[in-house]
Antibody, heavy 120, light 107 residues
Framework: EVQLVESGGGLVQPGGSLRLSCAAS????????MTWVRQAPGKGLEWVST????????FYADSVKGRFTISRDNSKDTLYLQMDSLRAEDTAIYYC?????????????WGQGTLVTVSS | EIVLTQSPATLSLSPGERATLSCRAS??????VAWYQQKPGQAPRLLIY???NRATGIPARFSGSGSGTDFTLTISSLEPEDFAVYYC?????????FGGGTKVEIK
């Protein structure tokens, strides 16, 4: 059974940093692209970042480029999102999803999400 | 950036009725469109990928169609558990994008 479990969310002040983790199980982690998608309160879904499987390429939304860094540890089957210079508009539930490469697999599994609140 | 426009924003229907949801892309995305269902307090769930392929465990009342820039999700006969928000999403171009969503509510 595929499972994705996010952690690391919380309350942080504007300008602060937070590191999210997504522990994966039930599939061959290093074979798949992995993605972070966020959802601001009462809003729709927004793609944040993708780390491709195999090749090691990373992709970012313009809204987070230069502030967020996606990484993965294939030995631990874990995906990360380092979030720096956080802004109020980064407040959202952050979901980890399996898949997401161009022409690749869709987001066929999602975690339950972790809430990030940026406020003073 | 590929903009996905979903319509209508809200669809008010009764159980047993047919639901037709639209997703229009600003440029051709071939067949790389997926549909997701999200219920309050839950993560999204994949329903349909590559226009018309149902994901594992998705009932046959859900179907997808379209090509190029115009896509449709159809729910043939609404069940009580189908009232939710539905999003389309493209993976043809970076950045990946989602539509704004269609809420299917009970009339």
């Amino acid at each position: 059974e595929v499972q994705l479990v996010e952690s690391g969310g919380g309350l942080v002040q504007p300008g602060g940093s937070l590191r999210l983790s997504c522990a994966a199980s039930g599939f061959t982690f290093n074979n798949y692209a992995m993605t972070w998608v966020r959802q601001a309160p009462g809003k729709g879904l927004e793609w944040v970042s993708t780390f491709s499987g195999g090749g090691g390429s990373t992709f970012y939304a313009d809204s987070v480029k230069g502030r967020f860094t996606i990484s993965r540890d294939n030995s631990k089957d874990t995906l990360y999102l380092q979030m720096d210079s956080l802004r109020a508009e980064d407040t959202a539930i952050y979901y980890c999803a399996k898949g997401g490469n161009i022409y690749g697999a869709p987001f066929d599994y999602w975690g339950q999400g972790t809430l990030v609140t940026v406020s003073s | 950036e590929i903009v996905l426009t979903q319509s209508p924003a809200t669809l008010s229907l009764s159980p047993g009725e047919r639901a037709t949801l639209s997703c229009r892309a600003s440029h051709s995305i071939g067949s790389y469109v997926a549909w997701y269902q999200q219920k309050p307090g839950q993560a999204p769930r994949l329903l349909i990928y590559d226009v018309s392929n149902r994901a594992t465990g998705i009932p046959a009342r859900f179907s997808g169609s379209g090509s190029g820039t115009d896509f449709t999700l159809t729910i043939s006969s609404l069940e009580p558990e189908d009232f939710a928000v539905y999003y389309c999403q493209q993976r043809s171009h970076w950045p990946l994008t989602f539509g704004g969503g269609t809420k299917v509510e009970i009339k």
